[in-house]
Every structure is written in C-alpha cells, then in structure tokens.
C-alpha cells in the first residue's frame, strides 16, 4: 500500500489542522496505521494509531488534543490537530504496519514498514 500525506501548514499556537494520508487501495484497511512525527535532531515518535476496528491510541504528549479517524471507503487516514503548541512542530508521517491490524500501537515505530513522504506542520 502506498500513502500520501496532506494538509500541513504553518499556523499561530492554539489553532487547527487536519491532517489527511491517502491510501492506495482500500487493503489498508486491514492494517495498524499510525501517524508519526520528527522534528530536527530528533528521533521520529509515534503520536497515534488506529486499529482495523477503528480503535484508537495516543501518544501522552497529545492525548486530549488529537484525534486520528479513518475514512474505509475513501481510503483515507486523518489526524485532527487541535490545540497546537510549537512543540508539535514537526513532519508528520503516516504509515502502515501490514503484518498486524489490531493491538495497534504508535509507540512501537519500528514495526510500521510503508511510510508516506511527509507533510510538515510549523506551530509559532
């Protein structure tokens, strides 16, 4: 499966994005898909991950302020950014662990093994 992300931008602290990975066919479904971060001279963490049932998990530093959703029959994975702080400054990678589908888990970043080119959010 291959995937494309969208939707970053630069914008002020306390504001919105929504970010959005299409998927190349509807076999995504199946999978764990997370979404995932790094910033300059860091290592990339895992921010949140949603199973095939469309259950969802966070990473601490953003739970309360993210949602991650899907969309089956657009073949579509979001990332709702709400109340952004410049920490979160960073490019934002989606991706698909193809061997698992449940006990999905943003954390364990090395399992995940198609990635998208990124889309780079800037919170000032």
């Known amino acids: 499966v291959q995937l494309v992300e969208s939707g970053g931008d630069s914008v002020q602290a306390g504001g919105s994005l929504k970010l959005s990975c299409a998927a190349s066919?509807?076999?995504?479904?199946?999978?764990?898909m997370g979404w995932f971060r790094q910033a300059p001279g860091k290592e990339r963490e895992g921010v949140a991950a949603i199973d095939r049932a469309g259950s969802p998990t966070y990473s601490y530093s953003v739970m309360g302020r993210f949602t991650i959703s899907k969309d089956n029959g657009q073949n579509t994975l979001y990332l709702q950014m709400n109340g952004l702080k410049p920490e979160d400054t960073a490019m934002y990678y989606c991706?698909?662990?193809?061997?698992?589908?449940?006990?999905?888990?943003?954390?364990?970043?090395?399992?995940?093994?198609?990635w998208g080119q990124g889309t780079q959010v800037t919170v000032s």
């Open positions: 066919d509807y076999t995504y479904n199946r999978y764990c």
């Open positions: 991706a698909a662990d193809v061997f698992k589908g449940s006990w999905c888990s943003p954390h364990l970043v090395q399992e995940y093994q198609n």
